[in-house]
């Protein structure tokens, strides 16, 4: 069982920058993968970055490449995703996900409004 727990969403202005936190907590591992995915209103869950627990190998999704950051705390069992350039398409509920083998967790999610 692993729970997720997303901060720093916020509201901002359009070429801001905003950094998301998640942490997680009981029966974590260093064999895992943790990522960001995003939800706009109307749209499908779209993937944003993804980071190797153990290794620290990230992958981005095209629309956030070089403007994105993911990186992880390993001490604290936290990810983080740093988002630059931020566009008003960039609105969303951010979710982190934790996968380890066959099992996947979602938080809860945490609310990102770009203005313009």
């Known amino acids: 069982q692993v729970q997720l727990v997303e901060s720093g969403g916020g509201l901002v202005q359009a070429g801001g920058s905003l950094r998301l936190s998640c942490a997680a907590s009981?029966?974590?591992?260093?064999?895992?993968?943790m990522g960001w995915y995003r939800q706009a209103p109307g749209k499908e869950r779209e993937f944003v970055a993804r980071?190797?627990?153990?290794?620290?190998?990230?992958n981005y999704g095209d629309s956030v490449k070089g403007r994105f950051t993911i990186s992880r705390d390993t001490a604290k069992n936290t990810v983080y995703l740093q988002m630059s350039s931020l566009k008003p398409e960039d609105t969303a509920i951010y979710y982190c996900?934790?996968?380890?083998?066959?099992?996947?967790?979602w938080g809860k999610g945490t609310l990102v409004t770009v203005s313009s």
């Open positions: 996900n934790y996968v380890a083998t066959i099992f996947t967790y």
């Open positions: 980071i190797n627990c153990g290794g620290g190998i990230t």
């Open positions: 009981g029966r974590t591992s260093s064999n895992c993968e």
